[in-house]
């Protein structure tokens, strides 16, 4: 965890309330404990300036697509709610995470756009 510390620090904080957190999936606890200098789940834009005239294509072509996290009571084990999170299902890229396309959508104007999507698709 001390290896990636902005993206573990998230996941000490609280969501939802006072006994709530979010769950840390497989995918995510493998990728943390990995021995690999960068953490292996992200999937960094060779150049943000390339993928610019991507961005809106994306939207159109429903490349962005929702991820659900779930929000879980600590107290109780329940599941309270859920987090949606937002992926680029890039062609060429593979699985892109939101800091290598948040800020292309922003500077592009599209983020509204982006939004909108994936609140149609959750």
């Known amino acids: 965890m001390m290896r990636w510390p902005n993206v573990t620090a998230p996941m000490s904080k609280p969501r939802c309330g006072r006994r709530t957190w979010p ?5 995510r606890r493998d990728a943390v404990n990995t021995a690999s200098s960068t953490a292996p789940w992200t999937n960094d834009c060779s150049s943000a300036s390339s993928s610019r005239p991507e961005m809106k294509g994306a939207i159109e072509a429903g490349q962005i697509v929702p991820y659900y996290q779930p929000l879980v009571d600590l107290e109780t084990s329940e599941t309270v709610g859920h987090e949606v999170l937002a992926r680029w299902k890039h062609p060429t890229r593979g699985l892109l995470l939101p800091e290598t396309f948040i800020p292309i959508a922003e500077d592009t104007a599209t983020i509204g756009e982006m939004t909108y999507a994936l ?3 959750a």
């Open 119 to 121: 609140l149609t698709q």
């Open 23 to 27: 769950c840390i999936g497989q995918r």
